[in-house]
């Protein structure tokens, strides 16, 4: 019977040899459960919240747009905003040195005389610069249009504005008290108008002047001249300074009486102007006259 049993156990158990490990093997271990060894992924960084931002940005414009009085700060930063959402336009009509020129200008009058002050002085600006380009390759080749394209600089901003600055200032520090308050805004509307007609007279003239006179004897001279007058430029001139008058009107800053007032001046200071450059200009020491 032992010799029976003695196959059954041989098949049953292994042999030795299979015990034994073959060299250079490690023994086989059990393995356990298997634990995942990567790593959960970072979690992204939260993003500014751009709108919560814009909001804000929003809030601060809206509450310098409606300051009122307004003050230097809500002033420089409103104009701020208009110079950026505009930049295209003032491109096209000044130079970089006369877009911080003009920047200036803006800043001041929002501070004297508001949003409506500011806008008398946005439809100066735009109507002078589309006079400014009318006809423009045609003035340049008669040699008397605006350098540069007929994109203005600061020395233009400034002699436009010089009067209309001054008003500005004597009325933001209240100069000759509330007596005084309605006539710094009447000056400020009225040099405007007058600027607004000089420049409507002189480029209207250029471009679509039959004939031109010289205002001292009335002989014809060709366009361009200094002093020189014509019929289509005096109309152009005092339609635009009736429209900028109209436009204070409108805006509340003068009343009736004061638009005609502003119409009549800006026309007496335009025959001046060309008085002044029939008899002085291009003379030998008076170079500096423009």
């Not at 946005?122 to 045609?138: N, R």
């Not at 009325?171 to 108008?193: H, M, P």
């Not at 014809?220 to 005096?234: F, L, Q, Y």
Request: glycine content about 12%; proline content about 6%.
């Amino acid at each position: 019977m032992a010799c029976g049993l003695q196959p059954l156990l041989h098949a049953a158990l292994p042999s030795r040899s299979s015990f034994l490990l073959a060299p250079g093997t490690l023994p086989l271990v059990p393995r356990g459960p298997t634990v995942s060894r990567h790593l959960s992924p970072p979690q992204p960084r939260a993003l500014p919240d751009t709108a919560a931002a814009a909001a804000g940005l929003r809030d601060v414009l809206a509450d310098a747009f409606l300051a009122y009085p307004p003050t230097w700060t809500s002033a420089a930063a409103t104009n701020l905003a208009i110079f950026v959402a505009g930049s295209p336009l003032l491109l096209s009509g000044l130079s970089a040195s006369g877009i911080a020129a003009a920047y200036i200008l803006g800043t001041l009058t929002w501070r004297a005389f508001g949003s409506r002050g500011y806008l008398l002085v946005a439809a100066y600006f735009v109507v002078g610069t589309a006079v400014t380009k009318l006809k423009i390759k045609q003035k340049e080749a008669l040699g008397v249009a605006e350098k540069r394209g007929g994109r203005r600089g600061p020395g233009s901003v400034i002699g436009s504005s010089a009067a209309g600055c001054v008003c500005a200032l004597l009325s933001i520090y209240n100069v000759g008290g509330g007596a005084f308050a309605e006539l710094w805004r009447l000056g400020f509307v009225a040099s405007f108008c007058t600027k607004l007609g000089d420049t409507a007279s002189s480029e209207i003239g250029k471009a679509y002047g039959r004939t031109t006179y010289l205002v001292t004897t009335f002989k014809i001279v060709p366009r361009g001249t200094e002093g020189a007058v014509s019929v289509e430029g005096t109309l152009a001139g005092i339609v635009a300074a009736m429209f900028l008058a109209g436009v204070g009107y409108s805006m509340g800053q003068v009343n009736v009486p004061q638009v005609v007032l502003c119409v009549l001046a800006s026309q007496i200071a335009n025959f001046g102007e060309s008085l002044i450059g029939a008899t002085l200009q291009d003379k030998e020491g008076f170079e500096w006259v423009s």
